[in-house]
Every structure is written in C-alpha cells, then in structure tokens.
C-alpha cells in the first residue's frame, strides 16, 4: 500500500460505514470501508490501488439519489466530502470552476448577488455538483434552460485505471460512432459507439450516445460508472433583474392542463435570450389535488383546489407591464383562482421553492416510515403525448384503489406519479402499475427516466426502453473504460 493511501482518511467497520450504504431511496447495501480524498492525487491512489486488486469503488456523494446508484454492494466507498472547494471563479466569462463535493446549495448561495445564475435546480439543494453532473440532473428551471449536461463545460476525471483526463467541450467529437479519448500520460482508449435510439424527449437513462458526439457528454449521466470527477468547469447565465414567481390554483384539473399547454406552445414561440412582453416561463411545475392535500397538512395556507400550477417568469422593467397582462390573461383563460400565492421578493420565492421540495421530501419519508421503497415515476413523454398519456396512467392508478399523488415538471412533459403504498402487498401492487407506466412512456417514444437515472434500482425499465443489443453497446463502453468493472459497479446495467 502507497504512502498517500495511509494516510487518506477512511471509516472501516460496520458501525462507521453504516451511513454511506444507503441513499435517498431507502435501498441498501454494504462495504468495507470508506474513503474520504482530500484532493486528485489521493483519488488516483485509491482507484490504482483498488484496479490493481479487482476492489469495487463506489462513488458517492450526498447519497440524495432516489436509485441506489451511491450505494455500495461490497467493496469501497470513495466519498466525494473533501473534495469541496472552489477553484476558480471568472465572472467576465461567467465560469465557475468547482470541485466534485461542492453543494448546489453552496454554489447559488456564492452567485447571489453577482449577478449569475446558474441554471441546473434539481430540487434537492443539498446534492452536489458531481452528483449532478454524474446524474445529469435537472430541476424547474430545465424547462427553459435544459439539463445539468448543457452548463458542463469541462471536466476532470480520473478513470477507472486510475488515468487522468481533462475534457473540454468543443475540443473532441467522435468520428462517427468512433470515440478515441487520450489521457494525460498518453494512454488512448478507443471506444465504439455502437448505434443507439435515445429518445429526443428529456432524458437521464443509460449512456448518452449519438453519432459525432462530444467526449464530455459521455461521462455526464454516466453515474459514476466510467470516471471520478475531481473538477468540473460550469457555465452560468445572467441573472434576471426580476423574477416573478407564481403559485395558481385551479378548480379544475382540466383547465391547469390546458393553462400549461398554452403557457408552453406560447415559450416555445417566444422563446429568446429577452423575454418580449409574452410568457416565456422558466418554470412550469404541476400539483394534483392529492399533492395539494399532502401539503395542507404542513402548509395549512395552501388550499386544497381540483390542481396547482407554479410558474416562474424572468423580467425587466421594459417589459414588466406587458408580461403581468399576459400572465393574468392567460390565468383568467383558463379559469386559474384570483387567490394565487405571487412571489416577488427572493425571500417569497424561495418559500414557493421550499413548497415543491416538500412534496417530494414527504412522499419520501412517507415511504421511509413504512420501510418500502419510493414508488415514483420519472417518466417524460413527448409533448403531443402529454395529456392523452397523465389521463391514461392516473386512470391505471385510480383504478388500481392505490393511494397516489401526482406532480411534476409539466414543462417538459415530465411526470412524478408517486403510489404511496400501506404495506407490502400494495407495494407488490404498485411495482406492478410502475412497470406498465414505464411500458406506456416508452411506446409513445418516451424515457423511464427523465432525471433521476437508473442506478440499481430501475435496470429492468431501462430494458423496456433498449434493445438488448443496445444495452450491449453501453456495457462494451464500460469494459473499454473498466476492464476489471471495479467503478460503481451495478449502476445502469
Ligand atoms: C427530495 C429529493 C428531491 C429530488 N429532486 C430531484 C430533482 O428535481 N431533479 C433531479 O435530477 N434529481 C432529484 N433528486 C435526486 C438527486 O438529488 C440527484 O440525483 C442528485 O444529482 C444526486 O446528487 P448527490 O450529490 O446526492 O449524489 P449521490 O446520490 O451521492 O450520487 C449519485 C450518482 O452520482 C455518482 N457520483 C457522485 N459524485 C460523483 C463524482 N464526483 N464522479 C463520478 N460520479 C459521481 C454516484 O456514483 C451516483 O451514481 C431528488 C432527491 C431527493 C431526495
């Protein structure tokens, strides 16, 4: 054993491991040890270390993944909490460059104030920006700007052979569906892409494949199973001057559908780096009745209406005027409630973000307390699909008598239908219900999912959404990258 491996910090035994062999998702594993590297060089010695001896590496972050991907089954854990600083910031350029552990939390706290934003929202503020970038994780805000993948600018990395590379967007494109990457030391490994159908809605499971593709693209949403990432180089937008920030309500959940349709086919049109004086939302997220009711119980001021839609608009003082009509026109149309909650003060706003973390947050626990595990589509339809597919797989689980509750990122034709199971025999039932939804969203040229990725958890919906000589493609990519399969093994496939 080296030098710099001893004297890297690390919990052995079970009791001291005990936290880092479960996620968000309640599913658990094991391992003999965790370590926790202070910097790049500490991160090649355990992965040389442990390739040299056949030893499993799991990364891991802030475990807030909702799929099991940072748990262990065996082997090491490599825990990503000291590599948590930031390197550099340029504001000019508007880059921040970010080591892997830093928090999403930490990094919009920092851009306050300065005028940048940086888009990438998943909900769960305390995840880090290598999780993200390894999940390829999106929020509210992906509606307008797009997932995590499209902020990457790039990246450093350590492979599973305990190799360096640095990968900047722009600077290497597959030749076809011929990949050739070089480590700092001159290392090639070249990779055959294969042939791969991804679907063109948002997306989060398996390898991101495409003729032509950037290298950076392949490790982002590869989750963990092809590098460490030790530094990421992100880009940031201008913050808007304003923001306004709404949380309507509908009697109706007819009318809340039609409400985002319109909202969306008006973006779409309108869309550009200045909002015009028509809606151009950032942000279209969709509350059930049964969500609505969920939250009552902590948010007794939120009422408990047929459905809620909350929307985010960016504006300035050109065209605050004209945007506000726009807004209340299309509410009136379609029969929003006059007692929206509007939000237009930070302080507000970031109170509406809270309410959509806690849907979340209590379907979670909910399910935590039972000891089940989170029953929660990921799904994402093509938009023309949309509302025919919601009616469809909320009338397969009205009709299954299982309790549910239904929200999402409507924007992008993304849905969270959580069954909330009483015990086992209805979380028997519910796996059932989720593999026929997932079955439903793939045949509409849909994915199982959109955000979360597939971990260990989801590897059979991904079966449904790939061939398996297209599941082969990727575990060829793997073996190219991981000869002796020893990064977060069992993630994917
Ligand atoms: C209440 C709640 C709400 C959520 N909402 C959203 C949401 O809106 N959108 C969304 O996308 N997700 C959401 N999630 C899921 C989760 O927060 C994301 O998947 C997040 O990106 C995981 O980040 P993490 O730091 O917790 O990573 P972990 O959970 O620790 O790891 C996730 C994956 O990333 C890999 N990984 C971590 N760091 C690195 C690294 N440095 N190099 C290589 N691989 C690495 C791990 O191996 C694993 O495969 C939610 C979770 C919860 C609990």
Redesign the pocket.
């Given at each position: 054993m080296s030098e710099l491996l001893k004297n890297i910090l690390y919990r052995a035994g079970a009791e001291e491991t005990i936290d880092f062999t479960s996620?968000?998702s309640n599913f658990t594993g094991n391992c003999d040890a965790v370590y926790f590297p202070r910097n790049q060089d500490e991160v090649t010695a355990i992965v040389k270390y442990a390739n040299s001896r056949k030893i499993p590496v799991?990364?891991?972050?802030?475990?807030?993944?909702?799929t099991g991907?940072?748990v262990p089954e065996g082997g090491i854990v490599l825990n990503?909490a000291r590599l948590n600083k930031l390197i550099s910031f340029d504001q000019e350029a508007r880059q921040v460059t970010l080591e892997?552990g830093y928090y999403l939390k930490d990094l919009k706290e920092f851009l306050y104030g300065k005028g940048l934003l940086y888009p990438p929202d998943?909900?769960?503020e305390l995840?880090?920006i290598?999780?993200?970038?390894?999940?390829n994780?999106?929020?509210a805000k992906t509606f307008k700007y797009g997932p995590t993948r499209n902020f990457v600018e790039e990246l450093e990395i350590i492979l599973p052979d305990g190799e360096f590379i640095k990968l900047k967007r722009g600077a290497n494109f597959a030749l076809g569906n011929k990949l050739t990457l070089t480590s700092e030391t001159g290392n090639t490994y070249n990779i055959d892409l294969g042939e791969l159908n991804m679907p063109e809605v948002k997306n989060?499971a398996g390898y991101f494949i495409k003729w032509k593709m950037d290298a950076i693209d392949l490790f982002i949403g590869s989750?963990?199973t092809l590098?460490?990432?030790?530094a990421a180089r992100l880009k940031l937008v201008n913050a808007p001057e304003e923001l306004l920030s709404c949380l309507t309500y509908f009697e109706n959940e007819d009318d809340a559908l039609s409400f985002i349709s319109e909202a969306k086919n008006i973006a779409y049109k309108n869309r550009n780096p200045i909002p015009g004086g028509l809606p151009d939302p950032r942000a279209l997220e969709f509350f059930d009745r049964y969500s609505l009711a969920l939250l009552n119980e902590e948010y007794k001021h939120i009422p408990v209406r047929g459905a809620a839609v909350w929307f985010e608009q960016e504006y300035n003082s050109t065209n605050a005027e004209c945007l506000h009509t726009a807004w209340n026109e299309l509410m009136e149309k379609h029969h929003a409630s006059p007692d929206s909650w509007l939000a237009l003060n930070r302080q507000e706003q970031e109170e509406i973000g809270k309410f959509r973390?806690a849907v979340?947050?209590i379907v979670?626990e909910y399910i935590k307390r039972r000891g089940l595990r989170k029953v929660g589509t990921d799904v994402a339809v093509p938009d023309s699909e949309f509302v025919s597919f919601y009616k469809k797989i909320t009338g397969m689980a009205r009709d299954s008598g299982l309790k549910f509750v239904t929200y999402g990122h409507f924007g992008n034709s993304h849905i969270h239908l959580n069954m909330l199971p009483a015990g086992n025999k209805e979380y028997e039932l519910a796996k059932k219900i989720y593999y026929k939804i997932c079955g439903e969203a793939v045949q509409l040229k849909g994915t199982v999912s959109a955000?979360?990725?597939i971990?260990k958890l989801k590897k059979e919906y991904l079966r449904l959404m790939y061939s398996q000589e297209e599941i082969e493609v990727m575990k060829r990519i793997k073996c190219t990258l991981d000869p002796n399969n020893i990064l977060?093994p069992g993630?994917i496939f």
């Open positions: 996620d968000a799991t990364v891991s972050a802030a475990r807030t993944s909702l991907s940072s990503t892997p998943p909900t769960e995840s880090t290598g999780g993200n970038i390894a999940t994780a999106s929020g989060a989750e963990g590098g460490i990432i030790t973390h979340s947050y979670n955000e979360h990725g971990g977060s993630n």
